[in-house]
């Protein structure tokens, strides 16, 4: 029961968006600059304060070991159901976007489950996973959307689209404060600290501002396998790596939010401007976002259990 009202403030937040938006006091043609200023700011700032300002020597190698291990074999099982599944029942537009809804995380979500459920400790090893991930994720996923889809990119153009990912500057901005240990001014720190806190709760109502009822009921199996993957077998796989690896029970709850919370909705812009369904990637975070909120307290429960 605990660990269900911890994740009911998240999912009233994420309702909030929803019904803000249907009640037109914000319309949805105004949550792309929303969303833009968490993109852009709030969350960069968020990965900047709890990067910078952490203990990253209490993140253990094994800990990032078991989430590239998990991210490697969850797509490379997603790259192998190319083989398994003809491009007549799986067009290579549809394929790449529940590639995306696969690999792809919402840091958002993520990193106010991290805060509500554990605090701390777990906020900042998520940041640390985005800094790991966030590069790796995006290089795989264009690489996949040139190959299957229509996009078209060289490697001199996956690499400026990576450095100007505004998660990866605030990352790399982050790592550096940390290295260099410099004391910064206290008007500093509280600017970063009052920014990062608007981050979370407006990026849940941007999560519940695009999210269609009537998706719900126009259900595939293409959107079935995209939500079986995450984050359903998704935190399963990452947990079964952590027990191998004897994880803590604080890394092992943060590295499952990586991998149980919905896809990121920027995976839809990406769809649409290189050649992916970008229906069907609406369509799946729509549903991984409800079947995520609801599944996340057991999933915690059962950490406490199992580590």
Request: proline share 5%; net charge neutral.
């Amino acid at each position: 029961m605990e660990f269900a009202l911890s994740t009911l403030p998240i999912l009233l937040t994420i309702l909030c968006g929803y019904l803000v938006t249907q009640a037109g006091m914000v319309p949805r043609s105004q949550w792309e600059g929303i969303n833009t200023l968490s993109f852009r700011l709030l969350i960069p700032v968020v990965l900047i304060r709890s990067i910078g300002f952490s203990d990253l020597s209490a993140v253990s190698g094994p800990w990032i070991l078991a989430i590239l291990t998990t991210f490697g074999v969850l797509a490379a099982a997603v790259l192998s159901l190319r083989l398994l599944i003809g491009v007549e029942r799986l067009p290579n537009p549809a394929y790449t976007s529940l590639f995306q809804a696969a690999t792809r995380w919402n840091a958002f979500v993520g990193l106010a489950a991290a805060e509500l459920l554990v605090g701390g400790p777990a906020l900042a090893l998520l940041a640390v996973g985005m800094a790991v991930l966030v590069p790796l994720i995006n290089v795989v996923n264009i690489v996949v959307l040139v190959v299957f889809g229509a996009g078209r990119a060289n490697a001199k153009g996956i690499a400026l689209s990576i450095l100007r990912n505004p998660l990866v500057q605030g990352c790399i901005i982050g790592l550096a404060l940390n290295a260099a240990d410099l004391p910064l001014p206290e008007f500093v720190g509280q600017t970063l600290d009052l920014i990062g806190r608007a981050a979370l709760g407006v990026g849940l109502l941007a999560v519940g501002a695009g999210i269609g009822l009537r998706r719900l009921f126009d259900l595939s199996g293409r959107l079935a396998l995209g939500v079986l993957l995450r984050p359903v077998l998704s935190p399963l796989l990452f947990l079964t790596v952590a027990a191998m690896l004897g994880l803590s029970q604080v890394e092992a709850l943060a590295g499952s939010l990586i991998f149980a919370v919905p896809a990121a909705s920027n995976g839809y812009v990406v769809a649409r401007q290189m050649g992916g369904d970008a229906d069907l990637y609406a369509d799946i975070i729509t549903w991984q976002t409800l079947v995520s909120i609801g599944l996340m307290p057991a999933l915690a429960a059962g950490i406490t259990w199992m580590f």
